[in-house]
Nanobody
């Protein structure tokens, strides 16, 4: 079983940057595909980015492509989401998730989830 703990959220102004971190416990992290999702109250959970277990492949939602970068450090059991050029529309709770198997943009495909970290972007 893998447990995930996100950190790095906060209140920033439009145009600022934040880096989210997701620390994993458990020996299967290095062979798990990882993803970041976000959710606003009253809306469905939205895909943000995903990365393969090797880190060699990644995929992004169109809304964040060119602004966000997902990466991972398997030696540190951590996955990151670097967010640049933040916009008010990026305000949400951000969740880290992991799964065995290929990376995916579909949240039901993920096996384990963190508790989420709030990102608020003021305009």
């Amino acid at each position: 079983q893998v447990q995930l703990v996100e950190s790095g959220g906060g209140l920033v102004q439009a145009g600022d940057s934040l880096r989210l971190s997701c620390a994993a416990s458990g020996r299967t992290f290095s062979t798990s595909s990882m993803g970041w999702f976000r959710q606003v109250p009253g809306k469905e959970r939205e895909f943000v980015a995903t990365i393969s277990w090797t880190g060699s492949n990644s995929y992004y939602a169109e809304s964040v492509k060119g602004r966000f970068t997902i990466s991972r450090d398997n030696a540190k059991n951590t996955v990151y989401l670097q967010m640049n050029g933040l916009q008010s529309g990026d305000t949400a709770v951000y969740y880290c998730a992991g799964r065995k198997g290929p990376y995916s943009s579909e949240w039901p495909a993920y096996d384990y989830w963190g508790q989420g970290t709030q990102v608020t972007v003021s305009s």
